[in-house]
């Protein structure tokens, strides 16, 4: 069974403080995705990741960076937390495709302040 | 206009209901479809692919009609455990990025 796991399910964090989530996936997987799930507005992607160190802009990524140094993880940095970036995070990782399945982590519920 | 776009619903259906859900997408280069499940305060996770000539799971049947740019999802016999929302998700031609709709809610009813 694939397995994706972040690092919190709940943060909170003021203002300003520079917030680090982290994800990793057990399954070799070369894709990997953050995104953010906010009511009514579905989840978009903020970067996605195909190879270790390679990483591309989603459609939200003002705000935001990435980094990803080992083939399993991928950490989403928000370098000045703001209030409207409070939202869901959820980490995902794939295979390389069109077709391929992606599999989630159980998400990062974040609240600033 | 979003790129994936569902009726957010929700769909109130008594068991046993067959119930029906459409998504419709804007670009027709799309390539691939797919039908994800998330249950409250969890992760996605993939329902079913959508092919070109339409497939069946169990009580779930997937249709995808590309001239009007649209794909369906078909729920028969509905369980109290099918509630929950379904995603529609859409890679548009490229590779390794997908877009989501922001889901379609369905509670089954006793």
């Known amino acids: 069974d694939v397995k994706v796991t972040q690092s919190s399910r709940y943060l909170v964090k003021r203002t300003g403080e520079k917030v680090f989530l982290e994800c990793v996936q057990d399954?070799?997987?070369?894709?990997m995705f953050w995104y953010r799930q906010d009511p009514g507005l579905g989840l978009r992607l903020i970067y996605f990741?195909?190879?270790?160190?390679?990483?591309e802009k989603g459609d939200i990524p003002e705000g935001y960076s990435v980094s990803r140094e080992k083939k399993e993880r991928f950490s989403l940095i928000l370098e000045s937390a703001s209030t409207n970036q409070t939202s869901m995070y959820l980490c995902?990782?794939?295979?390389?495709?069109?077709?391929?399945?992606?599999?989630f982590g159980p998400g990062t519920r974040l609240l600033v302040l | 206009r979003k790129e994936v776009e569902q009726d957010p619903g929700p769909f109130n259906v008594p068991e046993g209901a067959t119930v029906a859900f459409n998504c419709t997408y804007s670009?027709?280069?799309?390539?691939?479809f797919f039908w994800y499940r998330q249950d409250c305060r969890k992760e996605p996770k993939l329902l079913m692919s959508?092919?070109?000539s339409g497939n069946e799971d169990g009580r779930f049947t997937a249709q995808l009609n590309r001239a009007s740019q649209y794909i369906s999802l078909l729920i028969r016999d509905s369980k109290l455990s099918d509630s929950a929302t379904y995603l529609c998700?859409?890679?548009?031609?490229?590779?390794?990025?997908?877009?989501f709709g922001s889901g379609t809610k369905l509670n089954v009813k006793p």
């Open positions: 995902a990782s794939s295979l390389q495709g069109a077709m391929e399945t992606q599999y």
């Open positions: 399954m070799d997987h070369e894709n």
């Open positions: 990741s195909y190879d270790v160190k390679m990483k």
């Open positions: 670009n027709s280069a799309s390539q691939s």
């Open positions: 959508v092919y070109s």
């Open positions: 998700v859409v890679n548009m031609n490229n590779f390794n990025k997908f877009y």
